[in-house]
């Protein structure tokens, strides 16, 4: 097996050599560093994802859906192929056998394939949501997402299993253990081919065409009606006759809703394109790399340009959860609720407890357990029960994500 099919160490995804990496001290401080510092940020980012949406009753929406699949696969590249490096950087030889080769390998290459289709899915939703709003009713459910996702997973969890049959261990010139390909580069071709093809220059033409029609009605024209739309309006019609001034003082209520809504569509929408932009910039230099060096003779090896394309991909894979919490405030305030939780149940059992008692003594002293003053210790109690319940599911946000 030749040096140069190193860089398509699926592990790796680099093409260095072992000789001119491991005895670079500075490089292999830098890449241990920047790897570990990337993938802890993705790892912990991506896990609150999911338990922010999991957790939280009005986040449990049909794009929510399509980003926790997002944070999954997100999850399994970090792991699968982050992790992985930093040992083989650290050890300079691989340290996970036979079966540590292929299971690493597929499930790099599962979650690299998952996160470009979760991308394609929330696209497809958002577009139908925005643009077909009448359709959306019956179509972007959670349920339906549940269904979709599922649909992607099994689908790429086939495909990759041909990663199996491709890779292998080998012991170099050096006597270090690798985990790479069994076949030469001229074999693997159509397969790289197939995945630039499939998982990144299918779901970017397709974003760039969904999120211009997105553009153009979301920006540039109202919004479609929804189909209850009509009956809305007979209905305040008929309402204006009854009570002509009680609906005009329901006029700017209605406004504000309209523009929280227009606002809420845009707010999500730019955060979901952001989204994507970073995933096409940032998995571009090492997609378009693979491609070139497919084609030479002699592969371009530089050790720390290989490291930045490296870099690049566990960024992608780590920067969406920084992306809702900048740009979503719902996202933003469940990830200060997630992280404040134990410390809200404390307090909110305190002032239950302060509060019953306070009641409790107040009665006993001005009334001497007379019974009559004892619905002020029961209103008291439902207040505190109340105040007891407010929990994620009692705020109201304008954000639809």
């Not at 944070?71 to 590249?77: E, G, I, K, R, T």
């Amino acid at each position: 097996m030749e040096n140069s099919s190193k860089f398509d160490s699926p592990t790796n995804i680099s093409l260095a050599n072992h000789d001119i990496v491991f005895s670079m001290n500075e490089y292999k401080a830098i890449s241990v560093f920047l790897v570990l510092f990337i993938c802890g940020i993705g790892i912990i980012g991506n896990i609150m994802v999911v338990l922010v949406v999991f957790t939280t009753r009005d986040m449990r929406t049909p794009t929510n859906c399509y980003l926790v699949s997002l944070a999954v696969a997100d999850l399994m590249v970090l792991v699968a192929a982050g992790l992985p490096n930093v040992s083989d950087s650290l050890a300079g030889t691989w340290i996970y056998g036979h079966a540590g080769c292929l299971g690493i390998t597929y499930f790099q290459y599962l979650g690299i394939n998952a996160s470009s289709c979760s991308i394609t899915a929330f696209t497809v939703e958002r577009y139908i949501a925005i643009c077909h709003p009448m359709r959306a009713k019956t179509v972007c459910t959670v349920s339906r997402a549940k269904r979709i996702i599922a649909i992607v997973w099994i689908f790429t969890s086939i495909y990759c299993m041909f990663w199996f049959f491709l890779v292998d261990i080998h012991v170099n010139k050096s006597q270090q253990v690798e985990c790479g390909y069994k076949v030469s580069r001229n074999l693997y071709l159509p397969i790289y081919l197939a995945d630039f093809a499939i998982f990144y220059v299918t779901p970017l033409l397709v974003a760039t065409i969904l999120y211009g029609l997105i553009g153009r009605i979301l920006f540039l024209s109202p919004i479609p009606q929804h189909p209850e739309s009509t009956t809305e309006r007979w209905r305040e019609k008929s309402s204006k006759e009854k009570n002509e001034s009680e609906t005009e003082g329901n006029k700017p209520s209605n406004r504000l809703k309209t523009k929280g809504a227009l606002s809420s569509r845009k707010q999500v929408t730019k955060m979901l394109a952001v989204v994507v932009v970073l995933f096409a910039l940032l998995w571009m230099p090492y997609r378009t790399l693979v491609l070139v060096n497919s084609f030479m003779d002699k592969p371009y090896l530089d050790p720390w340009f290989l490291l930045f394309c490296r870099i690049c991909v566990y960024a992608n894979s780590a920067i969406n959860p920084v992306i809702y919490n900048l740009m979503s405030q719902k996202f933003r305030t469940a990830f200060k609720r997630l992280c404040k939780c134990g410390h809200e149940e404390t307090q909110r059992r305190s002032m239950y407890m302060t509060t019953t008692s306070y009641s409790m003594v107040k009665d006993g002293v001005n009334t001497g357990g007379d019974t009559k003053d004892k619905p002020t210790l029961e209103k008291t109690n439902i207040i505190a029960k109340q105040t007891n319940k407010a929990g994620p599911e009692g705020d109201l946000y304008y954000s639809v994500v």
